[in-house]
């Protein structure tokens, strides 16, 4: 994709680039609006580092020249069907998807991510952190709420030197908050992501760059259903 | 140090265990509080790795079972002279010491350290995270005021499976808050504290398993007159 005119003076922000749909499409929003951004992904144990491969083929894509990409230590603590060795529910119905929190929730993870695009808005200067949670995984984990995300603004506002030397301070940004999955596919396809290089899967079938889905798990039953409703093309390919 | 009776049904509480004096300290209170302790430390590409020694020193003198130790990727962002290559301050005035926010400064530091006390506390079923942030740290670094851990407690309480679920909720401790240095050695030493154990030095002049200070760094300089104004013997050697 082409280079914006006026790159010399553009403001930074981090976002926060899981290698999922979500984080894909936030990263298009920011950059439509002319940051320049400074990607932000985890190594953080998962159980498939094609997350990571996702969300470096989609940095390159868009021609980020800063992307972060920090080992986490998760693992240490476990409890999450994404970082320990519990299984990673498949077939689930859309009732039993919808309730309560689900097994793949990984402990305080959006308050580590955020912690970490913090320090690194404050070492880079930038004053807006994009992050891809929606009203979709707001049913399930409580990180992702509105509600949560103001608070953790309030609390970035008060923790850092550059907040408090500086105005305006942090804004944590969620421009998908509201959205439905089909909503983000239609807003992600009009920014012109390639999700042929996005990977939703909890447990992906394939093996190094290669972002087919399973097809079954709670997310890729989420991915499938939202480009169904958009009417879209989904060009990964589906195991089952 | 004697184990408390009862042990069995004790409540647990993550403990933030620098290797300093005062997370020494709250670690003691803690344990009188009569508390099962997880102590959690990081290793953040410290210059030192004496803290961490110190840090572990504490937790088996009190009898620690459980210390978890976590490796961060902070050096990836730079930004501190106690991670990057920025000199240390030496020889500096108390004037100098309380204006404004030293180099010393780790970008979001607290934040991303009381973050991962969120998911511990979180997997172990604690409640409390006790963290040794005071009233002279408060002069120069943003993320030790009581108004930024305040709105951490509110932050996390809307962050986690286990605050939602449960009653009361998560609760950010920090007894020292209103303590000057002196206030908390004397503390420390009346709760039995082993200060020979702690490492407050910014540049320690030793080798490994040497916790020696070298007297004139910020931290050394508030320490030795923390001790002179307590009227206690500080157990350690000053190189300067």
Chains 1, 2 share one sequence.
Not at 35 to 62: K, N, P, T
Not at 114 to 124: C, F, M, N
Not at 150 to 176: D, Y
Request: net charge negative; charged share 20%; proline share 4%.
């Amino acid at each position: 994709m082409a280079e914006k005119a006026g790159s010399e003076k553009k403001q930074r922000a981090i976002v926060l680039l899981s290698g999922g749909l979500d984080s894909a499409t936030v990263f298009a929003v920011a950059y439509q609006e002319g940051y320049q951004i400074v990607a932000l992904s985890f190594d953080y144990g998962q159980r498939h580092v094609r997350e990571l491969e996702a969300a470096r083929a989609i940095a390159q894509g868009w021609g980020v020249q800063h992307h972060a990409i920090v080992n986490l230590d998760l693992r240490a603590f476990g409890g999450s069907a994404l970082t320990d060795n519990i299984e990673v529910p498949k077939g689930r119905s859309d009732k039993e998807i919808g309730e309560g929190i689900p097994v793949t929730y990984v402990p305080a993870r959006n308050t580590i991510f955020l912690s970490h695009a913090l320090a690194l808005a404050e070492v880079e200067g930038a004053r807006d952190i994009f992050i891809g949670v929606n009203a979709l995984d707001y049913s399930g984990y409580p990180d992702c709420r509105p509600e949560y995300i103001s608070a953790f603004q309030t609390m970035a506002n008060l923790a850092t030197k550059a907040c408090i030397e500086e105005t305006p301070g942090l804004l944590i940004r969620s421009p998908l908050q509201d959205f439905t999955k089909a909503k983000i596919v239609e807003l992600g396809t009009h920014l012109g992501v390639d999700f042929a290089n996005t990977l939703s899967c909890y447990d992906p079938p394939g093996g190094r760059g290669d972002f087919s889905h399973c097809g079954i798990c709670d997310a890729c039953q989420l991915r499938r259903k939202g480009f169904e409703e958009a009417s879209i093309h989904d060009p990964t390919r589906y195991k089952n």
